[in-house]
């Protein structure tokens, strides 16, 4: 964990210390603070981005956990529901954790992102959410494109170990 996921695994433990309401109780941002499953498919060098239409970056898939939800249960719906496919093994523990003021064209709000790693082969049939998404591509890490993409891609791909 790098200093700065430190930072924020210690405010998102505080948040959820605090008592506030954890999952989004409406769209777009009510509470300003909520839970998400971030999930990032991965194929050894590879991994699948979606081009997100309100936030206009490339990044993994994944959703707002909804009450009564455990998140990984949210990767699991989300994947079927975005990608329209299964995880082919169990959804372990989160890789890393992130606090990020969101971006796009709606109403801006704070997401705390926990950030899972789904292992599929690129020749995964993907059938994408047109609504959500402008597209997915596979990328290999050295074509990731950084400078539109969530401002903690870097760090997670340094962390898958790719």
């Not at 509470?31 to 060098?45: E, I, Q, R, T, W």
């Not at 402008?134 to 969530?150: G, L, T, Y």
Request: net charge negative; glycine share 6%.
């Amino acid at each position: 964990m790098d200093p700065l996921e430190a930072q924020h695994r210690a405010d998102a433990l505080a948040w959820v210390d605090s008592g506030a309401e954890l999952i989004r109780q409406a769209k777009p941002a009510t509470p300003p603070k909520h839970l998400v499953s971030y999930f990032a498919v991965v194929d050894g060098p590879h991994i699948l981005l979606v081009d997100h239409k309100n936030a206009q970056l490339w990044l993994p898939a994944g959703g707002h956990v909804e009450p009564g939800e455990h998140p990984r249960e949210t990767v699991t719906r989300e994947l079927q529901e975005e990608l329209g496919f299964c995880a082919a093994h169990a959804i372990g523990p989160p890789l890393m954790i992130t606090c990020t003021d969101t971006v796009g064209l709606t109403a801006g709000h704070t997401d705390v992102s926990l950030w899972y790693v789904v292992h599929a082969s690129k020749a995964q049939p993907i059938h994408f959410d047109a609504n959500e998404f402008n597209a997915v591509k596979w990328f290999a890490i050295a074509d990731i494109p950084f400078a539109r993409s969530d401002p903690h891609m870097a760090r997670f791909v340094k962390k898958l170990g790719l």
